[in-house]
């Protein structure tokens, strides 16, 4: 198996996932299930269930093949300690088919086993992401605080902050998506390039009966040319309309 990680390791994505595919595939042929090569074996299933759903983009019947993975992983070896990753691939896959309300029970079921691992800010993420989806707003909003309360240094946390900051919006809260959306902008100049973290800005600043602000934003944004200047100028007209 580390030869086959290790001839992967230098490749490029598409190549990565065939070979690690082909590598696990082949192992998993050659070292059929027993007491001794369980553990092996459950690695070699999770590598496998991963590499095919990464390339899932390029071909859907590499995520059917991914839940195999991940399920035979589960049936040979539900106390394996790579069980866990196995079932949020498994709720990962049920998102990307829209299978959110089986996803959210999913995740909400493994939340609890997972404290101090690192794969807990993972799922609680996924879950915020998967409860904004359902409508749930309250919910996402509480799970996606959580996260970036635990792990500051959560690698998700921009896009984490930019989902809490939406929720926020959507559920009424300006202040608090204002807050967000300020500071991410403020941190991070290029990672606002197009310009829509500002406009939700502008929209939070407006909600919270500061027009003036609002308009500020649009003009520069549209001094920047930042974003498609028709909807900015539209946006613009529609905070003057209420002036």
């Known amino acids: 198996l ?3 990680e290790a001839a992967a390791a230098a490749m490029s994505d598409t190549a990565r996932s065939r070979v690690l595919e082909t590598g696990y595939t082949a192992f998993l042929e050659q070292h059929p299930h027993s007491d001794k090569t369980a553990e092996a074996r459950a690695r070699a299933l999770l590598g496998l269930g991963n590499a095919r759903r990464r390339s899932a ?3 859907s019947t590499k995520l059917s093949e991914a839940d195999q993975a991940y399920a035979r992983l589960l049936g040979e070896s539900p106390d394996s300690p790579h069980a866990p990753r196995a079932r949020f691939g498994r709720a990962a896959i049920a998102l ?3 299978q959110v309300g089986d996803a959210i029970d999913s995740l ?3 939340l609890p086993t997972l404290p101090g691992t690192s794969l807990q800010p993972e799922v609680l993420g996924t879950l915020g992401g998967a ?3 359902a409508g749930r707003l309250g919910e996402a909003a509480t799970r996606l605080g959580e996260l970036l309360l635990a792990f500051p240094d959560f690698e998700g946390r ?5 989902l809490l900051g939406d929720t ?3 559920i009424g809260d300006a202040a608090r998506a204002a807050e967000l959306f300020a500071a991410l ?3 991070d100049a290029s990672g606002d390039l197009d310009g829509s973290l500002r406009r939700r800005l502008a929209r939070a600043q407006q909600s919270l009966g500061d027009p003036e602000a609002a308009l500020i934003i649009y003009d520069r944004l549209l001094s920047e040319g930042a974003g498609a200047a028709d909807s900015l100028q539209l946006a613009r007209g529609r905070v003057l309309a209420g002036l």
């Open 96 to 98: 990307e088919r829209g």
């Open 108 to 110: 909400s079921a493994l």
């Open 57 to 59: 983009a390029a071909d």
């Open 168 to 170: 926020y919006l959507a």
């Open 131 to 133: 409860l904004a989806r």
């Open 185 to 187: 902008a403020e941190s």
């Open 2 to 4: 580390r030869q086959v």
């Open 158 to 162: 921009r896009k984490a902050q930019e």
